[in-house]
């Protein structure tokens, strides 16, 4: 059977930042088959044919294949005969179930790569909360994810609370936009001391969160963040935005005016 790419570990996983990258991608992978491309998911898993698998895959792409023949296998496998189930339950409670067993394997395995490079008590905690920073599988197919992402966006704050802390000091009359910190709670707003985590924002767009270390914008119309490389937007771009629409807030107000 051909691999397809999820049974080799990566070539130079050798580091926590390395490991959790295939994480990521793979993570990705299982997500677009249960969310974006779910149709096509569906179809693919025929009762009628033996047990199949769900892989996430290091490219961000999946797969719906048989499990591995050699024994044991090179990876741990993921949960066995997910199309069997398939038209014996709710679509929704179905797949829930796959998001469940695929947040399983992809913690599988990344740890056993960490066994098998030798991370340290140290390298695994450092994994572990790079991943824990995401939202898992389940939270996004859910919807958890986005509604927990809705709740950290204060719904009072002026433009300026919006932005976070802006690249430089010229900007700011002009842009909304973030480069080191994605939206504060309501607390911060009210000028408490506690602040947020940087790392537990997550973009609108991708459900995922890279930390501080990239560019964040805000819709002005659903008070959303996204990472600027999600939606396109470059900072640049934003010194000269008035007002910013996400994809989603943008489509939906051209629809309203070609019905109006």
């Not at 044991?72 to 997910?82: D, K, N, Q, T």
């Not at 009359?173 to 994605?182: E, I, R, V």
């Not at 996204?226 to 989603?248: R, W």
Request: proline share 8%; with cysteine.
């Amino acid at each position: 059977m051909d691999s397809g790419g999820f049974m080799a570990p990566p070539p130079v996983a050798r580091t926590p930042e390395d490991v959790f990258k295939d994480f990521r991608a793979r993570r990705s992978g299982l997500i677009k088959a249960l969310t974006t491309d779910v149709k096509k998911f569906y179809m693919s898993c025929d009762p009628e044919k033996e047990n199949l698998c769900l892989y996430g895959l290091p490219n961000e792409t999946w797969e719906v294949n048989l499990p591995a023949e050699e024994v044991p296998p090179e990876l741990p496998e993921p949960a066995l005969g997910i199309n069997f189930a398939r038209d014996g339950m709710n679509e929704k409670d179905w797949l829930s179930l796959v998001a469940l067993h695929s947040d399983s394997w992809l913690m599988s395995v990344a740890f056993y790569f960490g066994a098998r490079f030798g991370f340290d008590k140290e390298s695994r905690r450092q994994l572990f909360s790079m991943m824990n920073n995401l939202p898992t599988v389940y939270e996004v197919v859910t919807g958890i994810a986005k509604k927990e992402s809705k709740e950290k966006t204060p719904k009072n704050s002026s433009k300026s609370n919006k932005s976070g802390s802006k690249p430089s000091r010229q900007s700011e009359p002009k842009s909304k936009a973030s480069k080191m910190q994605p939206p504060k709670d309501e607390e911060e707003s009210e000028g408490e001391d506690q602040q947020e985590d940087p790392d537990t924002a997550v973009c609108g767009a991708c459900y995922q969160n890279h930390g501080q270390d990239l560019f964040w914008i805000c819709c002005d119309i659903c008070e959303k963040w996204f990472h600027g490389i999600c939606v396109k937007i470059t900072p640049a771009k934003a010194e000269h935005i008035k007002q910013y629409k996400c994809p989603s807030c943008s489509t939906s107000s051209k629809r309203a005016k070609s019905s109006a």
